[in-house]
């Protein structure tokens, strides 16, 4: 990994590596400090599990400007924790973080310029993970689908495209992870615990704000419920995404995300749990052939139909009919 911290006045600065022990805050974290004529800058980090925790403080003597770049790629959650940073990321544009906004960010590289203040502290907190981890989540939030996908090809994105201000809650376990009691092993594992806490956290506040962003005006509404009403009409033979698109008046795009914001899940998703209702009642409740019901479901086959019953019912359309 190539790192590289320049300052305005095209010197580049050199951390050196020292031990936190004297600080009051993650005591057993390494520290990277780096001063010069603009005041001095701490960074202390520690490793947590799948996690890399980092605090950082800026106390600046003079205005300074800063050129920092490195060439792997990034995914931090990401708090300003005092006063408020603007930056410019290459592939994001110009950032304004005020105190106590966050947002998860993905850069494929970085190349952030930042301008700070004479006479100011700046502090920030930020969990940095892999890509493995946030996987764990997908489809568990409104946005994050979206989001890795981004990551996957390799795009820069925020998680959020509003600002967002942490929670007293979010506030509250960052101050529990600075300052906490535990040493060793023990003080690990609870950094980890509260990362995975904090993480939740902020996907759900995010995810909260983006599904506000998401919200469908009234006509879009109405487009959504007339969807709705023709898939739950045509089980047997529904339209394609861009047939029911047109035939509502919209487009793929705001059919997919107005549809999953009113119903919680995709329209493919939709119709087949529609599907696998129609077709349990009709094997509980009638003598129809399997093959008939098949039809009727929209199934062009029994193996087929089989094979969606026994997904979704953990059960074959026969064990059903025989015990209920």
């Known amino acids: 990994m190539e790192l590289r911290l320049i300052s305005d006045r095209e010197e580049q600065l050199i951390f050196l590596e020292s031990s936190s022990a004297n600080l009051p805050w993650l005591p057993e974290a390494g520290l990277s400090t780096v001063k010069g004529d603009f005041g001095t800058i701490l960074v202390q980090h520690i490793q947590a599990g799948p996690f890399t925790i980092y605090y950082s ?42 105190e106590n906004e966050f947002n998860i960010t993905y850069l494929p590289y970085i190349e952030n310029r930042s301008t700070l203040r004479k006479c100011a502290r700046y502090a920030s907190f930020d969990i940095h993970f892999d890509i493995s981890y946030l996987c764990n989540f997908a489809g568990s939030y409104p946005a994050i689908d979206n989001f890795l996908n981004n990551i996957i090809n390799n795009r820069a994105s925020q998680y959020s495209s509003g600002k967002q201000k942490a929670t007293s809650e979010i506030i509250g376990i960052i101050r529990s992870m600075l300052c906490n009691d535990f040493t060793g092993i023990t003080q690990l594992f609870y950094l980890e615990s509260k990362a995975i806490e904090l993480l939740i956290l902020a996907l759900k506040v995010l995810s909260l704000q983006s599904a506000m962003l998401l919200k469908p005006r009234a006509d879009d509404l109405e487009r959504i419920y007339e969807a709705e009403s023709i898939i739950m009409a045509n089980l047997e033979n529904p339209h394609s995404l861009t047939g029911l698109s047109r035939k509502v008046g919209t487009n793929d795009f705001k059919l997919k995300k107005y549809f999953k914001y009113t119903y919680g899940k995709p329209v493919h998703v939709y119709l087949i749990e529609a599907r696998m209702i129609k077709a349990g009642m009709l094997v509980k409740d009638t003598k129809l052939p399997f093959a008939d019901i098949a039809f009727q ?28």
Request: glycine residues 6%.
């Open 297 to 324: 479901c929209g199934y062009k086959n029994v193996p087929c139909f089989n094979k969606a019953f026994r997904k979704h019912f953990l059960c074959t359309p026969g064990y059903m009919r025989k015990w209920g």
């Open 57 to 98: 403080q800026y106390q600046l003597e003079r205005d300074a400007a800063f050129y920092f770049a490195m060439n792997e790629p990034s995914l931090e959650l990401h708090f300003m924790l005092a006063n408020q940073i603007e930056y410019r990321l290459t592939e994001l544009g110009n950032i304004a973080t005020a």
